[in-house]
């Protein structure tokens, strides 16, 4: 926190390339002719994590703005939270899809409030006075703790709680930051009294991960809940009765300079259309094996919503 602003500017920009670079942890860099640095006054610059759901929804947002008008720069996907919220604090991004929970435990971690409104509410009351949330969508990703139908079986497990007893059996993957956010293992140390074996660096949800708990590398993964792959390889999402995990509902995070007139409202109108099962679908869609671009995905999306 004690770089400077250019500093701070350049490594966030560093990092967007590198990804995109290396296609963003394994989904298609979503670039619209953008580069790093701060953003200028009447165009809104969006950027989005290093996974596809994320990048979906920023080309949808940038592609609904773009058909009202506005002008719009869409960046390569940037990284994790803990690279993106410092650039849209200091201006070299405007816009990004965010999910309620994490954000606000993010913000604040001491943050209890579970429940979809609360933490909503919450969240409004935590972020720093030039970042605003527009309306928050039905649509609700969160972590869980995922496991093979043969580890289920073998410990009986149908939620954490269950598995708590043999964690130390286990090696668990998931992105590297899981392993010290709040709800992260530290979270399901302390709610649920649950140490595994070891825990192993991985992506977030994505090839890596998904790979290795189909071999055996780890027995437990943090995937997200609306990941195609859980259905695609009949995966066992573990329940979380004690609420580890805080809602997630997907809410644009925006700076209160550009959340104004047709940007305001056309994201607004997509949150109301945004559905948990929808998200599922999208992921799908870009996981399947036409492997459609994620901007045709954002485009099938739109068309199917009536924008």
Do not use: H
Not at 121 to 141: F, I, M, Q
Request: hydrophobic content about 40%.
């Amino acid at each position: 926190m004690k770089r400077s602003l250019i500093a701070r500017i350049a490594v966030v920009a560093t990092a967007a390339l590198a990804l995109a670079a290396c296609g963003g942890g394994g989904s298609d860099p979503l670039q619209n002719g953008g580069s790093g640095g701060a953003a200028s006054g009447d165009t809104v610059v969006i950027g989005s994590a290093n996974f596809t759901e994320s990048q979906i929804i920023a080309n949808i947002y940038a592609q609904a703005l773009e058909a009202k008008g506005v002008k719009v720069d869409l960046r390569p996907p940037i990284g994790s939270r803990e690279t993106y919220y410092p650039a849209i604090q200091e201006g070299s991004i405007d816009l990004i899809p965010e999910y309620t929970g994490t954000l606000l435990q993010y913000i604040n971690k001491n943050a209890t409030e579970t429940e979809p409104d609360a933490v909503y509410n919450a969240l409004k009351g935590a972020l720093p006075p030039n970042l605003t949330v527009l309306d928050k969508s039905a649509a609700e990703d969160k972590d869980a703790v995922v496991v093979t139908q043969e580890t289920a079986a073998k410990y009986n497990a149908k939620s954490i709680e269950d598995l708590a007893a043999n964690c130390g059996e286990l090696v668990f993957g998931g992105p590297p930051e899981f392993q010290t956010r709040p709800d992260g293992i530290p979270g399901i140390q302390k709610t649920y009294n649950c140490t595994f074996k070891e825990y192993k660096a991985l992506d977030a949800g994505g090839p890596l991960t998904v790979a290795a708990l189909k071999n055996g590398d780890i027995q437990a993964a943090d995937i997200f809940t609306t990941d195609a792959s859980i259905v695609t390889n009949n995966f066992v999402v573990l329940a979380d009765p004690k609420d580890n995990f805080a809602a997630q509902n997907v809410v644009p995070l925006i700076t209160k300079a550009k959340a104004t007139g047709a940007t305001l409202d056309v994201l607004n109108q997509i949150s109301a259309k945004l559905t948990t099962e929808g998200l599922t679908e999208l992921n799908a869609e870009a996981s399947s094996d036409a492997k459609p671009s994620l901007q045709t995905v954002a485009k099938n999306w739109l068309s199917k919503n009536g924008f």
